[in-house]
Nanobody
Framework: QVQLAESGGGLVQVGGSLRLSCVAS????????MGWFRHPPGKDREFVATINWSGTRTYYDESVKGRFTISRDNAKNTVYLQMNNLKPDDTAIYYC?????????????????WGQGTQVTVSS
């Protein structure tokens, strides 16, 4: 089972940008679907974006479409989440996750491996 480690979170002002990274180890990264979820304070964990094994297909939650971009570099075993035009509602702990299920997995139970999370705080 692949191990995942996120980085890149931090404090940013409204309208700012951040790029999250998630490095995978201990498994076959290139053959699995990767996703990003977030857990806002006081709310349930929610789906953000997912990308297929080759990086040719992506799917986003409506709340981030047009602002966030998911990408991957299989040579570096890394998936990214570029977040632009950040809003206070984007404040959350962000998790990357790995799925071996069917496209496009949007439910937490479809993902088998999870990182420890990275905090993103958007201040107004």
């Amino acid at each position: 089972q692949v191990q995942l480690a996120e980085s890149g979170g931090g404090l940013v002002q409204v309208g700012g940008s951040l790029r999250l990274s998630c490095v995978a180890s201990g498994g076959t990264f290139s053959g699995i679907i990767m996703g990003w979820f977030r857990h806002p304070p006081g709310k349930d964990r929610e789906f953000v974006a997912t990308i297929n094994w080759s990086g040719t297909r992506t799917y986003y939650d409506e709340s981030v479409k047009g602002r966030f971009t998911i990408s991957r570099d299989n040579a570096k075993n890394t998936v990214y989440l570029q977040m632009n035009n950040l809003k206070p509602d984007d404040t959350a702990i962000y998790y990357c996750a790995a799925s071996e299920g069917l496209w496009a997995p949007r439910l937490s139970r479809e993902y088998k491996s999870w990182g420890q999370g990275t905090q993103v705080t958007v201040s107004s």
